[in-house]
């Protein structure tokens, strides 16, 4: 059965550095999103896509975050300067095939941590 | 916008009981409502999602009921087996057919189930 894959699976990276997690949607997929989940909290929206451009953000989706489509597959979520708050589980799923185009698909997740 | 309360926060029962987690939401608007279980360290798995046409749906061990009048919405897990314990979310969504975005999940707290062999 086809699945989201994320990577990298872990991330340290220094206070201010830029970082960009990467996803690979279901193939056909349409719909793609970011949640973020910080440890021991519940998973948290950031932001939706679809017809390469944003269709949704949430207040945490901040002028330093961007999401690009750069290829035919690739799904990218930027930091531009992490900050300590930002360590959390990143989540990317995908949606919209056939008649059940609402259900969503998580990938395993990047778990980034902002020293 | 939508808010997603989940009770309770942690459930512990003993294998082969019954386990009941319920959700309310705030969005009348809101019509699909997904579960997710979650083990340690891995990504939120669907295990169940019901549609606002809908009253009851199972799967197996499992059911969801939605109540629109009162926006609430229950998971129903009967024989509970160890290999059930995990965090179980629940979810609200406006899925926006034919339109541009299927719409963004909004998550409950989670529920820590455990079950006692």
């Known amino acids: 059965e086809p699945e989201v894959t994320q990577t990298p699976s872990h991330q340290v990276t220094q206070m201010g550095q830029e970082v960009i997690l990467r996803c690979v949607p279901i193939s056909n997929h349409l719909y793609f999103y970011w949640y973020r989940q910080i440890l021991g909290q519940k998973v948290e929206f950031l932001v939706s896509?679809?017809?390469?451009?944003?269709?949704?953000k949430s207040e945490i989706f901040d002028d330093q975050f961007s999401v690009e489509r750069p290829d035919g597959s690739n799904f990218t979520l930027k930091i531009r300067s992490t900050k300590l708050e930002d360590s959390a589980m990143y989540f990317c799923?995908?949606?919209?095939?056939?008649?059940?185009?609402?259900?969503?698909?998580f990938g395993p997740g990047t778990r980034l941590l902002v020293l | 916008g939508e808010n997603v309360e989940q009770h309770p926060s942690t459930l512990s029962v003993q294998e082969g009981d019954s386990a009941v987690i319920k959700c309310t939401y705030s969005?009348?608007?809101?019509?699909?409502f997904p579960w997710y279980k979650q083990e340690l360290g891995k990504r939120p798995q669907l295990i169940i999602d019901i549609r606002s046409n809908v009253g009851e749906k199972k799967d197996q061990r499992i059911a969801v009921t939605l109540n629109k009048t009162a926006k609430h919405f229950s998971l129903h897990i009967t024989e509970t087996q160890p290999e059930d314990s995990a965090v179980y979310f629940c979810a609200a969504s406006l899925a926006n057919a034919g339109g541009t975005s299927y719409g963004k999940l909004t998550f409950g707290q989670g529920t820590i189930l455990t079950v006692h062999p």
């Open positions: 969005d009348s608007a809101s019509n699909y």
């Open positions: 896509f679809y017809n390469n451009e944003i269709s949704e």
């Open positions: 799923a995908s949606s919209g095939t056939g008649g059940r185009q609402e259900t969503q698909y």
